[in-house]
Each structure stands twice: as structure tokens, then as C-alpha cells.
């Protein structure tokens, strides 16, 4: 019998050796396998934490916008209200009127220099 080893040790180390190589192979592959199969769900949680964030991002932008549109609203009505103000302040500052005389100081003054000067027509 060990004569019979000896006779074929190149095709017993060739078979040892593909035996080795064939099971290093599938290994490799149930390796490959149990990494894509990671990649996916390390993708997926990445993608479900995106998600979120986006969400959380939308819901801060709307408040953000609410906030804002609050803030113009506000800002429009104490402008209409300074407006409004500034009108009524603007028909109350005028030349007074009198009532028991025609004419202001300025139209005394200028019918005086009309008298003053004999023009029979007015300037």
C-alpha cells in the first residue's frame, strides 16, 4: 500500500490541492454572498435615515416659511398702519383758515405792496 502512495503522490496533491482550491472558492462566495447581502440593508437603513432627515428638513422649511409669512403679515399691517399715520398727520398740517378774513399774512402783504405801488392789475 505505501508503495501505491508513493506511485501517484502528484495526483493525490493535485486532487488535495483542487479539493482546497474548490473549497476556498465556494467560501469566497458564501463571503461575496453575506456582503452583498449586508451592502443591501447598510443601503437601505441609509436610505430610510435619508429619508427622515429629508422629512424632518421639509417639516423645519414649512415652519420656517410659516414663521416668515407671519413676520410679512405683521410687517405689511404696521406699515399700513405708519401710512395711515403719516396721512392723516400730513391733512392736518395745512394753513389755517380764517374765517372773519379773506386773505392769510402773505396775501395782506402782497395786496398792501399792490396798494403801495398804484399797479391796477394784479402781478
Known amino acids: 500500500m505505501p508503495l501505491l502512495i508513493w506511485k501517484y503522490k502528484t495526483w493525490i496533491a493535485i486532487a488535495v490541492f483542487f479539493i482546497l482550491y474548490v473549497g476556498q472558492i465556494a467560501y469566497t462566495n458564501h463571503l461575496a454572498g453575506k456582503l452583498k447581502e449586508a451592502e443591501s440593508k447598510c ?3 441609509i436610505q430610510e435615515i435619508e429619508q427622515k432627515h429629508l ?8 415652519l420656517i416659511n410659516q414663521v416668515s409669512a407671519d413676520y410679512e403679515t405683521l ?21 389755517p383758515v380764517y374765517r372773519n378774513d379773506c386773505f392769510d ?3 395782506v402783504q402782497q395786496l398792501n405792496s399792490l396798494i403801495t405801488s398804484g399797479a391796477s392789475e394784479p402781478p
Open 43 to 45: 443601503t437601505a437603513k
Open 55 to 62: 422629512k424632518a428638513l421639509a417639516e423645519k422649511q414649512n
Open 75 to 95: 410687517k405689511s399691517e404696521q406699515r399700513v398702519q405708519v401710512e395711515t399715520v403719516t396721512r392723516e398727520v400730513q391733512k392736518f398740517i395745512e394753513r
Open 105 to 107: 399774512s402773505d396775501g
